[in-house]
């Protein structure tokens, strides 16, 4: 049984307009000026990879890995805020997260954005409304931050109840790949990156967007 919904931000709650490509590239020099050799790192990568790969090589080679997490978080902050005024909600996002918590689900938002740009978007959307959790990518150490399972458990753990009773919504690979490492439930969007194509490659089951939650969990009940 379903107990608590759990919601990515970006493509799933909301419209953004970061400049990711120049997060990327930010992103990349930073690890480069940083002692990162530059043929392990792709700017056209998602970052989540690149920071995998710097992470491996800073522990094999005595670069302080947390500093590095701390000085490429504060790029993606950076380049976070310079848009996020023009943040928007995705249709129904609102009426769907009231009716969830009426019916008494659990929910909660589970970002790889900052503190500050997560609460500065739901703001601008106007979508800043009480979860029972709220966990961004600084909150915590970030290599606990999402794709790890880490960061779903501890949202389950939270809301007091059992990962598996979880549902995370997400338009993302790097959600699934949090949802089901963790032993939660996924179902995939397409109001942000991934198209339908996307997720039948990977065998995800998907919904057109958020307003499509509360048929669907009846059904589940």
Not at 36 to 61: F, G, R
Not at 128 to 142: A, G, H, K, L, T
Not at 199 to 206: G, L, S
Request: with cysteine; net charge negative; glycine share 4%.
């Amino acid at each position: 049984m379903i107990r608590a919904v759990v919601f990515d931000l970006d493509g799933t709650l909301i419209y953004n307009h970061t400049n990711f490509m120049k997060m990327r590239k930010c992103v990349v020099d930073e690890l480069i000026s940083e002692g990162i050799p530059e043929e392990i790192l792709d700017e056209d990568d998602i970052i989540v990879n690149n920071m995998a790969q710097a992470e491996k090589y800073a522990k094999e080679n005595g670069i302080n890995v947390s500093k590095l997490y701390s000085a490429t978080g504060r790029i993606m902050s950076r380049v976070e805020l310079e848009t996020v005024d023009l943040t928007t909600p995705v249709e129904g996002a609102l009426d769907t997260i009231i009716s969830l918590q009426n019916e008494c689900y659990k929910t909660g938002i589970l970002t790889r954005g900052s503190r500050q740009y997560a609460e500065s978007a739901l703001k601008a959307a106007n979508l800043d409304i009480e979860f029972d959790v709220f966990i961004c990518r600084d909150d915590y150490p970030e290599e606990e931050a999402k794709p790890s399972p880490i960061a779903m458990q501890r949202a389950a753990e939270k809301m007091r109840v059992e990962v598996s009773e979880c549902l995370y919504l997400g338009d993302h690979a790097i959600d699934m790949r949090c949802a089901t490492a963790a032993g939660a439930k996924f179902l995939g969007v397409l109001t942000g990156a991934y198209t339908a194509d996307d997720w039948k490659k990977i065998n995800v089951e998907y919904v057109e967007n958020i307003t499509s939650l509360n048929s669907l969990l009846s059904l589940e009940q």
